[in-house]
């Protein structure tokens, strides 16, 4: 038998045979290769994991932005609805004095006769706008001209700086009366050009979203009342009676009276005026069934629609506190915008107060009794939940331009004067009141 040859080897103190020699070697280079293919596998398992955290990361951003500018956008239309009911406003949208007007007559239109609600400005651009800023809150702008882009504003080191601008579209073809349209448009970016085409961009850093809400107008005085002057309980004049003046022929037919009492006296034809050719006693509806059968809930509701508390909290009314004298806080409150005021009886008006315009009148309900000892000139509807007596004495003129409602009794002393005015009734009608969402009309 032929036995292999062996070669020494060094450096070992033993000697292998070349075969295997190279099959050692090949193992090595075999173990090399599957240990290289592992962590290759294991590099991208790692990549993979780790493209999935950043793509999850990038989702997660997404769904930030995307709800933050949601958020902001339903902000713009909640802000917008609560400025339509706001008093006068400045530039900035704060509360300003006599000089400037409300954000509701700034931006919208109101057609007494039709209640047809329309924007000012019809080139569907915002009129508004509204940046958060993390110092101040919201920073916002109400111009009372034509509105402009917003210079970029400091940006923020950290934070986001969402912003919001308000729109109201032209009216839409066969929309109800007394609908407006509210539009919000929000970014997460202090400046709304931001946003715009980021849904087309793979690594944006902004969001936009777009809220529309309708609102409904609220009619401070459901059912106008037809007379100048309605009296629930008994009426007492001085001898000087009462002036009652009525001389439209469109609604009221002159009408100058409507009252539960029977008999009245003092009520003197000289001081009171209807349509020309009607005497005055035809003028008159005495002893009403219907006001002697109302309650004190039913006859409210009879004019206004809603129980007398739904009432008083309704967005646009205000609430006023009196001291000894209401008339000069009820000429404060006019002056900033206030046409819609609930007073807590008993009240006392003491001094000349001017409230109302006839383009603008005042609605004032007073919860309780009143006693006015001057000479009021009222443009507006003066609602009395309880006894009211008024006396002038000063030698002015005492006018109330509209209507004058009174639950329990009336007593008159001096001159004093009611002139009805069906423009007046139709303000307060159809251009006033509070503007409240329309349920369903959320879109986004």
Same mark, same amino acid.
């Given at each position: 038998?032929?036995?292999p ?7 070992s ?30 590099a ?33 239309a ?6 339509l009911n ?19 007559e700034?931006?919208l ?11 000012i ?6 009129v ?7 110092a101040?809150? $919201?920073?916002?702008r109400?111009?009372?001209?034509? $509105? !402009?882009?917003?210079? !970029? ?31 919000a448009?929000?970014? !997460? ?28 107008? *609220?009619?401070? *005085? ?10 629930k ?17 469109? !609604? ?21 005026e209807?349509?020309?050719g009607?005497?005055?006693d ?13 309650d004190?809930a ?6 206004f629609g ?5 009432y008083?909290?309704?967005?646009a ?6 001291a ?9 409150a ?5 046409r819609?005021? $609930? ?26 009794a ?16 309880g ?26 002393a ?28 959320? $879109?986004?």
């Amino acid at each position: 038998m032929i036995r292999p040859k062996l070669t020494p080897q060094t450096g070992s103190g033993k000697t292998w045979p070349k075969q295997t020699r190279r099959a050692t070697q090949q193992s090595g280079a075999a173990t090399l290769v599957v240990v290289m293919v592992l962590f290759l596998i294991m590099a991208m398992m790692a990549a993979f994991a780790n493209r999935n955290m950043v793509f999850e990361q990038r989702i997660a951003s997404n769904y930030y932005r995307s709800g933050l500018a949601l958020e902001t956008a339903e902000a713009g239309a909640e802000w917008a609805l609560a400025m339509l009911n706001s008093d006068a406003i400045n530039a900035a949208c704060l509360p300003d004095g006599p000089t400037s007007n409300s954000f509701r007559e700034r931006y919208l239109s109101i057609a007494a006769t039709s209640r047809w609600v329309s924007p000012i400005r019809l080139d569907n651009k915002p009129v508004a706008d509204c940046v958060r800023s993390e110092a101040q809150g $919201w920073v916002c702008r109400c111009p009372s001209t034509a $509105w !402009t882009a917003p210079t !970029t504003p400091p940006a923020a080191a950290a934070n986001m700086q969402p912003s919001f601008q308000v729109t109201f579209p032209k009216p839409i073809v066969g929309n109800r009366p007394g609908i407006v349209r509210i539009i919000a448009t929000a970014c !997460t970016s202090s400046s709304l050009s931001d946003c715009e085409g980021v849904e087309l961009a793979r690594d944006a850093i902004a969001s936009q979203s777009v809220v529309s809400v309708d609102a409904a107008l *609220l009619s401070a *005085l459901k059912m106008p009342p037809p007379v100048p002057l309605t009296v629930k309980g008994e009426i007492k004049l001085d001898a000087n009676g009462i002036g009652l003046h009525n001389s439209d022929p469109k !609604t009221s037919q002159g009408l100058l009276l409507q009252t539960g009492d029977a008999s009245i006296p003092n009520l003197l034809d000289s001081r009171l005026e209807s349509l020309p050719g009607t005497p005055a006693d035809l003028a008159l509806i005495k002893s009403d069934p219907q006001l002697q059968a109302a309650d004190a809930a039913k006859m409210f509701a009879m004019f206004f629609g809603m129980p007398a508390a739904e009432y008083s909290r309704q967005p646009a009314m205000r609430r006023i506190q009196c001291a000894a004298d209401c008339g000069p806080s009820l000429a404060a409150a006019y002056a900033r915008g206030v046409r819609l005021v $609930w007073l807590e009886g008993p009240v006392s008006i003491n001094t000349t107060t001017v409230l109302g315009a006839p383009n603008s009148p005042m609605l004032v309900i007073v919860n309780g009794a009143l006693n006015i000892d001057a000479a009021l000139q009222m443009q507006g509807l003066l609602y009395v939940r309880g006894n009211a007596s008024w006396s002038n004495t000063s030698g002015l003129q005492a006018l109330l331009t509209g209507a004058l409602v009174v639950e329990g009794d009336l007593s008159i002393a001096g001159m004093v004067d009611l002139w009805y005015r069906w423009e007046v009734m139709e303000q307060l009608k159809n251009a006033s009141g509070s503007f409240v969402r329309v349920p369903g009309s959320w $879109w986004n």
